[in-house]
C-alpha cells in the first residue's frame, strides 16, 4: 500500500476508494476521508473530496475497510517490549512442558546480561498447560540457575523463584511483605512459588527501554492498527524512556501515561510539580496514576484470597488526595471486595462535589464485576475497564466472567484494554479481543457464557469511542469526522460484516496517524 505522492511533505492525505466505518453516528459510513494538517478535514464520496484536496497526498485503499486508529485504554507496552527483547519468553503453547521451559532458560539466559536477574515470562495457568500438572519448585530452578536471581512469572502475578531471587527479596525467613503470598511445604521449607512480587524487580535503564519500544512499536501497535495508547509504567524509567523515543522521532504512537503510585511515580510528586491529568499535546499527555487495591485474588494455585490492600478508610483517604490533585485515578481490582472498595470511595469523593467530571476507572472492572453490585457501582459514576482475551488466554478453568452483554445492558461502557504485558503476544491486538468479546471462544474451542456476547460494533465501540471517552479524548479520537485527529486503521475485511469465526483473521493492511501513512504491511 503505497500513496501516490510523497507522504513526507505534509500530514495531509486523502484516503479515497474505502469502506469507511466513522464510528460517528452523524455519518456511519463513507467512502473517502481527508486529512489537512494532520486532522480530519471532510468525510465524503471519493468523487466529492478529490476536487477538494489539491496537491494533497492520495491513498487509494482498494476498497478496503477504515476506522479510526484503534486506542489501547489500558496497555504496559514499555513492559511489553522490554519483554521481547530481553526476557526469556516460553509461553504455553508452544511450549508444553516444565522440562521444555527449562531448557529454553539455560539456552538463553544470557538475554538478560545488562540486568541482575534473570526473567522468564510464560502463560497465565502455565500449570494447567504443561504435562506435569504444576509449578516449578524452587529447587527445580536451582538446577536451571544458580548463580542469578531467577523467575518464571505464569501471567504477571503468579512467579516461581530460585534460592537466589527469594534471598534477595528477603523472602526465606519471616512473614512476606503485605500482600504478598509465599507457599511453603509441610516442612516449613518456601517453595519457590510466590504471588504479587513484580514491582519488587529492580528499573531497567531508560536507553534499554526506549530502544525497546522504538523497536517493538511496529510489531506490537502499528501492525495492530493502534494509534493511541493508554499505558501503565511501572518505574520512572519507562516514563523516560517513552519521551526520548518521541524527542528522536522514533515513537509515533500517541501515548497517555499512568504511573502505578508508589512504584512509577507518588502523590506527593505530583503534588511537589503540580502535574495534573491531561497536562501535555496530542502527541503525549500525563493521564493520572493508577493504584492497587488488591492482587490477582488468588494464592497463585487457584485457591481464592483476599489480598486487598487497604481499609475502606485507607483507600478513601488515597482516593481523596489524588483526586484533589486533578488526577484521573485508575484502580486495579480483581476480587469483589476490592472492585467495592474502589467503587466506594470514587463515590465517596463524587458526593462531596457532584458536577466534577472525574472518570475515575476500575482496571479489571468488566472482566471481574459482579452483577449484583452494578447498581452501587453505576451510583459511583466510575468506569469499567475490560480485556476480553482473558476469556481465551487464561486457563480454562479460572476464566474470568467478563460479562460484557450484561453491563452493556445496563448503561455500561466498556473501555478496551489489552493489558499486554508480554504475557499473551496476541492479546496486544484490539481486533483479537473484539473477536474474544464477540465469539466468547477459549482455547479448547468451547464458548464460555454465549450469553454475554456483544455485536462486533459494541466490540469495535470499546477500542474506539468508548475507549476515547474513557481518557477524556472523545472530542479529538475514537471518530473519523471533521475536527478529529487524523488517525485510521486499514484492514483488509469489514468485522461487522463477516461471520463472527472470521474476525480473528482479519489484518491490518495500513495504519495513519496524523495524516501519514505509519505502518502498510
Same mark, same amino acid.
Given at each position: 500500500?503505497?500513496?501516490?505522492?510523497?507522504?513526507?511533505?505534509?500530514?495531509?492525505?486523502?484516503?479515497?476508494?474505502?469502506?469507511?466505518?466513522?464510528?460517528?453516528?452523524?455519518?456511519?459510513?463513507?467512502? @473517502? !476521508?481527508?486529512?489537512?494538517?494532520?486532522? *480530519?478535514?471532510?468525510? #465524503?464520496?471519493?468523487?466529492?473530496?478529490?476536487? $477538494? &484536496? %489539491?496537491?494533497?497526498?492520495?491513498?487509494?485503499?482498494?476498497?478496503?475497510?477504515?476506522?479510526?486508529?484503534?486506542?489501547?485504554?489500558?496497555?504496559?507496552?514499555?513492559?511489553?517490549?522490554?519483554?521481547?527483547?530481553?526476557?526469556?519468553?516460553?509461553?504455553?503453547?508452544?511450549?508444553?512442558?516444565?522440562?521444555?521451559?527449562?531448557?529454553?532458560?539455560?539456552?538463553?539466559?544470557?538475554?538478560?546480561?545488562?540486568?541482575?536477574?534473570?526473567?522468564?515470562?510464560?502463560?497465565?495457568?502455565?500449570?494447567?498447560?504443561?504435562?506435569?500438572?504444576?509449578?516449578?519448585?524452587?529447587?527445580?530452578?536451582? @538446577? !536451571?540457575?544458580?548463580?542469578?536471581?531467577? *523467575?518464571?512469572?505464569? #501471567?504477571?502475578?503468579?512467579?516461581?523463584?530460585? $534460592? &537466589? %531471587?527469594?534471598?534477595?527479596?528477603?523472602?526465606?525467613?519471616?512473614?512476606?511483605?503485605?500482600?504478598?503470598?509465599?507457599?511453603?511445604?509441610?516442612?516449613?521449607?518456601?517453595?519457590?512459588?510466590?504471588?504479587?512480587?513484580?514491582?519488587?524487580?529492580?528499573?531497567?535503564?531508560?536507553?534499554?527501554?526506549?530502544?525497546?519500544?522504538?523497536?517493538?512499536?511496529?510489531?506490537?501497535?502499528?501492525?495492530?492498527?493502534?494509534?493511541?495508547?493508554?499505558?501503565?509504567?511501572?518505574?520512572?524509567?519507562?516514563?523516560?524512556?517513552?519521551?526520548?523515543?518521541?524527542?528522536?522521532?522514533?515513537?509515533?504512537?500517541? !501515548?497517555?501515561?499512568?504511573?502505578?503510585?508508589?512504584?512509577?511515580?507518588?502523590?506527593?510528586?505530583?503534588?511537589?510539580?503540580?502535574?495534573?491529568?491531561?497536562?501535555?499535546?496530542?502527541?503525549?499527555?500525563?493521564?493520572?496514576?493508577?493504584?492497587?487495591?488488591?492482587?490477582?485474588?488468588?494464592?497463585?494455585?487457584?485457591?481464592?484470597?483476599?489480598?486487598?490492600?487497604?481499609?475502606?478508610?485507607?483507600?478513601?483517604?488515597?482516593?481523596?488526595?489524588?483526586?484533589?490533585?486533578?488526577?484521573?485515578?485508575?484502580?486495579?481490582?480483581?476480587?469483589?471486595?476490592?472492585?467495592?472498595?474502589?467503587?466506594?470511595?470514587?463515590?465517596?469523593?463524587?458526593?462531596?462535589?457532584?458536577?466534577?467530571?472525574?472518570?475515575?476507572?476500575?482496571?479489571?472492572?468488566?472482566?471481574?464485576?459482579?452483577?449484583?453490585?452494578?447498581?452501587?457501582?453505576?451510583?459511583?459514576?466510575?468506569?469499567?475497564?475490560?480485556?476480553?482475551?482473558?476469556?481465551?488466554?487464561?486457563?480454562?478453568?479460572?476464566?474470568?466472567?467478563?460479562?460484557?452483554?450484561?453491563?452493556?445492558?445496563?448503561?455500561?461502557?466498556?473501555?478496551?484494554?489489552?493489558?499486554?504485558?508480554?504475557?499473551?503476544?496476541?492479546?496486544?491486538?484490539?481486533?483479537?479481543?473484539?473477536?474474544?468479546?464477540?465469539?466468547?471462544?477459549?482455547?479448547?474451542?468451547?464458548?464460555?457464557?454465549?450469553?454475554?456476547?456483544?455485536?462486533?460494533?459494541?466490540?469495535?465501540?470499546?477500542?474506539?469511542?468508548?475507549?476515547?471517552?474513557?481518557?477524556?479524548?472523545?472530542?479529538?479520537?475514537?471518530?473519523?469526522?471533521?475536527?478529529?485527529?487524523?488517525?485510521?486503521?486499514?484492514?483488509?475485511?469489514?468485522?461487522?460484516?463477516?461471520?463472527?469465526?472470521?474476525?480473528?483473521?482479519?489484518?491490518?493492511?495500513?495504519?495513519?496517524?496524523?495524516?501519514?501513512?505509519?505502518?502498510?504491511?
Amino acid at each position: 500500500m503505497t500513496p501516490d505522492a510523497s507522504a513526507d511533505a505534509s500530514a495531509s492525505l486523502l484516503v479515497v476508494n474505502a469502506n469507511v466505518i466513522t464510528m460517528d453516528d452523524e455519518r456511519p459510513t463513507a467512502e @473517502a !476521508v481527508l486529512m489537512v494538517n494532520g486532522r *480530519v478535514s471532510k468525510v #465524503g464520496s471519493s468523487a466529492e473530496l478529490r476536487p $477538494t &484536496a %489539491a496537491g494533497v497526498t492520495v491513498l487509494d485503499v482498494g476498497g478496503a475497510t477504515v476506522l479510526p486508529g484503534f486506542i489501547d485504554g489500558h496497555t504496559h507496552f514499555e513492559m511489553s517490549s522490554v519483554s521481547l527483547d530481553h526476557y526469556v519468553n516460553a509461553q504455553t503453547p508452544p511450549f508444553r512442558s516444565l522440562a521444555e521451559i527449562a531448557d529454553v532458560i539455560r539456552r538463553d539466559r544470557d538475554r538478560c546480561a545488562r540486568f541482575p536477574w534473570i526473567v522468564c515470562r510464560s502463560s497465565f495457568g502455565m500449570q494447567h498447560k504443561v504435562t506435569e500438572g504444576r509449578l516449578f519448585t524452587r529447587r527445580e530452578l536451582d @538446577a !536451571v540457575v544458580a548463580d542469578k536471581p531467577l *523467575v518464571v512469572f505464569a #501471567g504477571l502475578h503468579v512467579s516461581m523463584l530460585n $534460592t &537466589a %531471587a527469594m534471598a534477595v527479596l528477603g523472602l526465606l525467613e519471616g512473614p512476606p511483605p503485605p500482600g504478598v503470598t509465599v507457599h511453603r511445604d509441610e516442612t516449613g521449607e518456601p517453595t519457590g512459588i510466590v504471588t504479587e512480587i513484580f514491582s519488587k524487580l529492580p528499573e531497567w535503564q531508560a536507553e534499554l527501554v526506549a530502544a525497546a519500544v522504538s523497536a517493538h512499536q511496529e510489531d506490537i501497535l502499528l501492525a495492530n492498527g493502534v494509534t493511541s495508547i493508554s499505558s501503565i509504567p511501572f518505574a520512572g524509567s519507562e516514563m523516560r524512556a517513552v519521551r526520548l523515543a518521541q524527542r528522536t522521532g522514533d515513537l509515533a504512537v500517541r !501515548v497517555r501515561h499512568y504511573p502505578v503510585h508508589p512504584w512509577g511515580a507518588s502523590l506527593d510528586s505530583f503534588a511537589e510539580l503540580g502535574i495534573e491529568s491531561d497536562t501535555g499535546d496530542d502527541h503525549y499527555r500525563f493521564g493520572g496514576v493508577k493504584f492497587f487495591v488488591d492482587g490477582i485474588g488468588s494464592d497463585g494455585l487457584n485457591a481464592i484470597i483476599d489480598d486487598v490492600k487497604f481499609t475502606q478508610a485507607q483507600f478513601d483517604e488515597l482516593v481523596r488526595k489524588a483526586d484533589s490533585l486533578n488526577l484521573q485515578i485508575l484502580t486495579h481490582a480483581f476480587t469483589r471486595r476490592g472492585i467495592m472498595i474502589a467503587a466506594n470511595a470514587v463515590e465517596s469523593v463524587r458526593a462531596k462535589s457532584p458536577a466534577v467530571d472525574r472518570r475515575h476507572r476500575i482496571e479489571h472492572g468488566g472482566d471481574y464485576v459482579n452483577l449484583d453490585d452494578l447498581d452501587c457501582i453505576r451510583a459511583s459514576g466510575v468506569s469499567l475497564v475490560t480485556s476480553p482475551h482473558f476469556i481465551y488466554s487464561g486457563a480454562v478453568e479460572i476464566a474470568p466472567p467478563t460479562p460484557l452483554r450484561s453491563l452493556i445492558d445496563a448503561g455500561f461502557r466498556p473501555i478496551g484494554g489489552t493489558d499486554t504485558t508480554g504475557t499473551v503476544l496476541e492479546s496486544a491486538s484490539p481486533l483479537f479481543n473484539v473477536a474474544c468479546a464477540v465469539t466468547r471462544q477459549r482455547q479448547d474451542g468451547t464458548r464460555f457464557r454465549p450469553d454475554e456476547a456483544i455485536t462486533p460494533l459494541e466490540g469495535l465501540k470499546m477500542f474506539t469511542t468508548w475507549a476515547a471517552y474513557g481518557a477524556f479524548e472523545e472530542r479529538a479520537k475514537g471518530k473519523l469526522a471533521p475536527g478529529y485527529l487524523g488517525d485510521a486503521a486499514i484492514l483488509s475485511a469489514n468485522p461487522l460484516a463477516v461471520p463472527v469465526e472470521d474476525l480473528r483473521s482479519i489484518k491490518v493492511e495500513g495504519t495513519i496517524i496524523g495524516g501519514r501513512l505509519a505502518y502498510s504491511a
